[in-house]
């Protein structure tokens, strides 16, 4: 199972960027996908996931300003932020779940004020 991530980058405050991340090896659009970010010193914090049928859950940080969507015809999830603020700085992971939690590589997204 490979997840790739990319989509980061550096924009100021107010800014936005579309993070996607590609899924390979396994059955994509039966699997909930999540995005976790984790700021320099603070542990890796769920974003926002959105299951098999659709349905998302965002943490209350993002709600209104993020937005989770997948694509399955293309194995690939994607996360649209928008409103940025610099608390936003994190490197950004898109993750699954089959036996263990499996991780993609991190996209950093840095927002200056």
């Known amino acids: 199972v490979q997840l790739q991530a990319c989509g980061g980058g550096l924009v100021r405050a107010g800014g936005s960027l579309r993070l996607s991340c590609e899924v390979s090896?396994?059955?994509?659009?039966?699997?909930?996908m999540g995005w976790y970010r984790q700021a320099p010193g603070k542990q890796r914090e769920l974003v926002a996931n959105?299951?098999?049928?659709?349905?998302?859950n965002y943490a209350d940080s993002v709600k209104g300003r993020f937005t989770i969507s997948r694509d399955n015809a293309k194995n690939t999830v994607y996360l649209e932020v928008n409103s940025l603020k610099p608390e936003d700085t994190a490197v950004y992971y898109c993750?699954?779940?089959?036996?263990?939690?499996?991780w993609g590589n991190g996209t950093q997204v840095t927002v200056s004020s």
């Open positions: 090896g396994i059955i994509f659009r039966l699997q909930r």
């Open positions: 959105i299951d098999s049928g659709g349905s998302t």
């Open positions: 993750q699954t779940f089959t036996y263990v939690d499996v």
